[in-house]
């Protein structure tokens, strides 16, 4: 038996938790420099606003109907994720996290277990724990718990297990709705006459895989109750990865630019890490205006970059700031305004993988105490509590963020606290941003 858990409207939702005077009300997470909606809560789901809708569009309707914005805060999604994890993984024996708001259960109930009793316990534990409101699918197959999960999350009880005879609710169910289906799959269904679920678990496995492919076969056959799949199957390793921003202002100068660098460089490294990953090298890169006659001046854009390849794979900072800093200086344009700056780590291995080297594995292992250390660090004490100088102090080429709640989680300054007395309340610690809501 399979559960997947949603964090409903999570971004949303995370924010709620700490500030009560958002509960009810529409309310709007933006993306990276606030440039589009990327989290919605019901209520500005139900004013048509739609996924993906840019910022500007969005603003004649703030004010009308009391539409609250908040930019991303990463730092306090990615710690009650965290906090979430840690209370499923309390309650059931195995939980494979998917995203930052899902996670797959694997339960092996005995008879007469009571599957959707035991999903509403877990549910409120949860929005009592954590504060964060969820929706549980139950099903024999991970693609079937996808499914009831989406049920579960339209319903009143939050929780929806997958009924023996699974057919009537299968054919209800488009094929596009079904977990790994993509655009191009669906188009190539539609046109060989398989439009929905049903049709879709009915249909011939070897002609899904001579047509298509061993993961959509499998797919089929999770529809009908055969475990075929692990979250893995759906999406093949990562071989790269990225970290890139566009600026919150137009950036002219190289130090500048290296600060940034240094920032995407320690921000990917640590992922690396938590993937238990190295790279072998990276393409860096700057994008920039071109401030030519005629031309738009917010849309034309040219990069310039290079590739780097270090001395052996890695996850150290010091190591790939060492191996990059000397050639940002080759790939900078004198008297060019700069909207962005990225880096991709390629040649991607595990670290259970690593090919032994007689002369750098000491280093190396004095570099993984290092940054076990400092990864350590910045869980318990907030993100950029230890980081390299390089990086630099005051930032100002930082994206955009001008609706940032609190790191509440994540930052001494900005944990709330209880003041007692005749107007007791909550409040937070440190300062107070222009547009909050106090939290009360």
């Given at each position: 038996?399979?559960?997947?858990?949603?964090?409903?409207?999570?971004?949303?939702?995370?924010?709620?938790?700490?500030?009560?005077?958002?509960?009810?009300?529409?309310?709007?997470?933006?993306?990276?420099?606030?440039?589009?909606?990327?989290?919605?809560?019901?209520?500005?789901?139900?004013?048509?606003?739609?996924?993906?809708?840019?910022?500007?569009?969005?603003?004649?309707?703030?004010?009308?109907?009391?539409?609250?914005?908040?930019?991303?805060?990463?730092?306090?999604?990615?710690?009650?994720?965290?906090?979430?994890?840690?209370?499923?993984?309390?309650?059931?024996?195995?939980?494979?996290?998917?995203?930052?708001?899902?996670?797959?259960?694997?339960?092996?109930?005995?008879?007469?277990?009571?599957?959707?009793?035991?999903?509403?316990?877990?549910?409120?534990?949860?929005?009592?724990?954590?504060?964060?409101?969820?929706?549980?699918?139950?099903?024999?197959?991970?693609?079937?718990?996808?499914?009831?999960?989406?049920?579960?999350?339209?319903?009143?009880?939050?929780?929806?297990?997958?009924?023996?005879?699974?057919?009537?609710?299968?054919?209800?169910?488009?094929?596009?709705?079904?977990?790994?289906?993509?655009?191009?799959?669906?188009?190539?269904?539609?046109?060989?006459?398989?439009?929905?679920?049903?049709?879709?678990?009915?249909?011939?496995?070897?002609?899904?895989?001579?047509?298509?492919?061993?993961?959509?076969?499998?797919?089929?056959?999770?529809?009908?109750?055969?475990?075929?799949?692990?979250?893995?199957?759906?999406?093949?390793?990562?071989?790269?990865?990225?970290?890139?921003?566009?600026?919150?202002?137009?950036?002219?100068?190289?130090?500048?630019?290296?600060?940034?660098?240094?920032?995407?460089?320690?921000?990917?490294?640590?992922?690396?890490?938590?993937?238990?990953?190295?790279?072998?090298?990276?393409?860096?890169?700057?994008?920039?205006?071109?401030?030519?006659?005629?031309?738009?001046?917010?849309?034309?854009?040219?990069?310039?970059?290079?590739?780097?390849?270090?001395?052996?794979?890695?996850?150290?900072?010091?190591?790939?700031?060492?191996?990059?800093?000397?050639?940002?200086?080759?790939?900078?344009?004198?008297?060019?305004?700069?909207?962005?700056?990225?880096i991709m780590f390629i040649g991607l291995e595990s670290t259970s993988t690593r090919q032994l080297n007689l002369f750098v594995d000491q280093k190396d292992q004095r570099h993984d105490?290092?940054?076990?250390?400092?990864?350590?660090?910045?869980?318990?004490?907030?993100?950029?509590?230890?980081?390299?100088?390089?990086?630099?102090?005051?930032?100002?080429?930082?994206?955009?963020?001008?609706?940032?709640?609190?790191?509440?989680t994540t930052k001494w300054s900005d944990i709330l606290t209880l003041h007692p007395g005749p107007r007791a309340g909550i409040r937070k610690s440190g300062s107070h941003r222009p547009?909050?809501?106090?939290?009360?």
């Amino acid at each position: 038996m399979y559960g997947l858990i949603d964090c409903n409207n999570f971004f949303v939702s995370c924010e709620r938790v700490f500030d009560l005077s958002l509960v009810g009300r529409p309310v709007a997470v933006l993306s990276n420099n606030d440039g589009c909606v990327i989290s919605r809560s019901n209520e500005l789901k139900a004013l048509g606003v739609p996924m993906g809708m840019p910022f500007f569009q969005l603003r004649p309707m703030i004010e009308a109907h009391g539409i609250q914005i908040r930019s991303s805060n990463y730092e306090l999604y990615a710690d009650m994720s965290r906090r979430v994890m840690d209370v499923l993984a309390s309650q059931v024996p195995l939980v494979e996290q998917y995203s930052i708001d899902e996670a797959f259960l694997e339960l092996r109930p005995q008879p007469g277990f009571d599957v959707a009793a035991f999903g509403a316990s877990l549910r409120e534990r949860i929005g009592k724990w954590v504060g964060i409101p969820v929706s549980i699918g139950f099903a024999t197959t991970r693609t079937l718990a996808k499914i009831a999960n989406h049920i579960g999350k339209k319903s009143a009880a939050g929780v929806f297990v997958m009924p023996p005879d699974i057919m009537p609710v299968l054919t209800e169910l488009p094929v596009e709705e079904v977990w790994g289906v993509g655009r191009r799959s669906r188009d190539k269904l539609r046109r060989l006459g398989i439009l929905t679920a049903g049709q879709l678990a009915s249909a011939d496995h070897k002609e899904l895989t001579r047509k298509f492919n061993v993961c959509l076969a499998r797919t089929a056959l999770e529809l009908r109750g055969i475990p075929a799949l692990a979250p893995e199957d759906m999406e093949k390793p990562a071989q790269s990865l990225t970290c890139s921003r566009s600026f919150g202002r137009p950036v002219f100068e190289l130090a500048e630019l290296r600060e940034a660098m240094a920032y995407y460089i320690a921000t990917a490294a640590a992922q690396l890490r938590q993937q238990n990953q190295l790279a072998s090298g990276a393409n860096v890169f700057f994008q920039y205006v071109l401030d030519e006659p005629g031309r738009n001046r917010d849309v034309a854009w040219a990069n310039t970059g290079a590739t780097v390849m270090f001395d052996h794979p890695t996850a150290a900072d010091g190591a790939m700031l060492a191996a990059i800093a000397p050639v940002l200086a080759s790939i900078f344009i004198p008297n060019r305004r700069y909207r962005k700056a990225g880096i991709m780590f390629i040649g991607l291995e595990s670290t259970s993988t690593r090919q032994l080297n007689l002369f750098v594995d000491q280093k190396d292992q004095r570099h993984d105490r290092l940054y076990d250390a400092v990864d350590k660090i910045n869980r318990e004490f907030g993100r950029g509590s230890v980081f390299h100088l390089a990086q630099g102090i005051e930032k100002p080429w930082l994206m955009r963020r001008e609706y940032l709640s609190p790191c509440f989680t994540t930052k001494w300054s900005d944990i709330l606290t209880l003041h007692p007395g005749p107007r007791a309340g909550i409040r937070k610690s440190g300062s107070h941003r222009p547009g909050q809501g106090t939290g009360q």
